[in-house]
């Protein structure tokens, strides 16, 4: 009995240790000061900042936005603010027949000529596949200006996707064109850009 009484005391004094343990390190985290200033690095979902001016260079012209993006309750932060490397859009292809397809904000514009050809590069941030592929690009061509909308849909509906931004790009090939300059735009905050075919 007095052996019995001895293990239950000890298990008493060690239970309470451990709980003592618990409750001290749960104090010190909890306690620690209030932030007084917002981190070095925010990001707050749902922002969206003005379009850059456009600017050519070597028969190149490049458009896009700085600041804080967000695609759809996804907050990406633009890798020029806070010391963040530069990051390099994943190059994708369109798969025309994706389901729920929607237009999507480009955030990048560039177009170079090539011969008679204007090849336009347009970049946006959006979610991992199989909820957002991309679709198509439209063309809406009136005179010499030209309208681009990036169309991105499912590979199938009702499946859970991790909310995981990516950086997209994809190439846009205007096709002949007739000597003169063009105006090439794209639905977003971006700035649109001029092209000379000669």
């Known amino acids: 009995m007095d052996v019995l009484g001895a293990m239950?005391?000890?298990?008493?004094?060690?239970?309470?240790?451990?709980?003592?343990?618990?409750?001290?390190?749960?104090?010190?985290?909890?306690?620690?000061?209030?932030?007084?200033?917002?981190?070095?690095?925010?990001v707050a979902s749902?922002?969206?900042?003005?379009?850059?001016?456009?600017?050519?260079?070597?028969?190149?012209?490049r458009s896009g936005s700085g600041g804080?993006?967000?695609?759809?309750?996804?907050?990406?932060p633009n890798p020029s603010d806070g010391g963040l490397p530069p990051v390099e859009p994943t190059l994708v292809v369109a798969r025309p027949g994706r389901l729920d397809?929607?237009?999507?904000?480009?955030?990048?514009?560039?177009?170079?000529?090539?011969?008679?050809?204007?090849?336009?590069q347009l970049s946006w941030w959006s979610g991992v596949a199989p909820c957002s592929v991309l679709d198509s690009v439209v063309v809406d061509r009136a005179g010499a200006t030209i309208a681009l909308t990036v169309r991105e849909g499912a590979d199938q509906l009702g499946v859970a996707c991790i909310e995981?931004?990516?950086?997209?790009?994809?190439?846009?090939?205007?096709?002949?064109?007739?000597?003169?300059?063009?105006?090439?735009?794209a639905l977003g905050e971006v700035t649109p850009v001029t092209v000379t075919v000669r």
């Open 8 to 42: 239950r005391t000890i298990l008493r004094t060690t239970l309470v240790a451990w709980l003592a343990a618990v409750a001290l390190a749960a104090c010190s985290v909890a306690s620690g000061p209030p932030p007084t200033s917002p981190p070095t690095n925010p």
């Open 46 to 61: 749902g922002s969206v900042a003005a379009a850059g001016a456009g600017s050519t260079s070597s028969g190149s012209t």
């Open 68 to 76: 804080v993006r967000g695609t759809g309750g996804i907050a990406v």
């Open 101 to 120: 397809t929607h237009p999507v904000m480009v955030t990048g514009l560039e177009a170079r000529v090539e011969g008679s050809h204007a090849i336009v």
């Open 164 to 185: 995981l931004a990516q950086y997209k790009a994809t190439l846009v090939d205007l096709g002949p064109l007739a000597p003169g300059m063009y105006t090439i735009s």
